[in-house]
Each structure stands twice: as C-alpha cells, then as structure tokens.
Nanobody, 123 residues
Framework: QVQLVESGGGLVQAGGSLRLSCAASGLTLSSAAMGWFRQAPGKEREFVAV????????YYADSVKGRFTISRDSAKNTFYLQMNSLKPEDTANYYC????????????????WGQGTQVTVSS
C-alpha cells in the first residue's frame, strides 16, 4: 500500500520559515519524481518544487525560487520542503506527490498524493 505522510505545516509570520516533511512507503522511489504542490482556496493546485530521486536534481516554480529548497533523505525515504522568507501569498494547503513516470511538475500526472498540510502565513 502506497503512503505519503506529510508533517510540518502550521502558522507563521511573514518572513518566517517552516519545513515540511513527506515520508514515502510502498513504492519504488529510484525512478520517481517526488514533489510538492499547493492549493489555496478557490485556486487550482499548483506546482511548487520537485526532486528526481535517483540523481537529486531539483526544479522550482518561479514564485518560490530562491526561498524554498527541496531535499531528500534516501535512507529514510523522506523528502522535505524548507520554506524561508515566507509571504502571505504562500498560504495554502501543501501536498506532497509522487510521479512515477513523468517530471513531477503537472498535477494531472501525479500518481500518488499526500493528505495535505496547511501552511498559513500572517502579515
């Protein structure tokens, strides 16, 4: 059974930091693209960041580049999203995702989703 279990959301002031974690089980990660998406109320789910598990290559949405960092711990089958310099517009429900065949940047191509964790940034 595939599981993506997230943790680490919360409430933070603008300019603050949070780290999200996603623990993966029940799937082979070696060829997967593991990533983060977010969805604000009334908006579509949007891509945030992705990491290719085998090579560690990363890619970010322009809106978070330079502020967010995605990383992985292969020994723990866990990946992370370090979010710095948070802005009120970063407020959303954040989902981790596993794309087993694609680049991991398109929500419609994601194979598995985490349950979501709320991030709220106050001004």
């Amino acid at each position: 059974q595939v599981q993506l279990v997230e943790s680490g959301g919360g409430l933070v002031q603008a300019g603050g930091s949070l780290r999200l974690s996603c623990a993966a089980s029940g799937l082979t990660l070696s060829s997967a693209a593991m990533g983060w998406f977010r969805q604000a109320p009334g908006k579509e789910r949007e891509f945030v960041a992705v990491i290719r598990w085998s090579r560690g290559m990363t890619y970010y949405a322009d809106s978070v580049k330079g502020r967010f960092t995605i990383s992985r711990d292969s020994a723990k089958n866990t990946f992370y999203l370090q979010m710095n310099s948070l802005k009120p517009e970063d407020t959303a429900n954040y989902y981790c995702a596993a794309d087993l065949t694609g680049a991991g940047t398109i929500a419609g191509q994601v194979d598995y989703w985490g349950q979501g964790t709320q991030v709220t940034v106050s001004s």
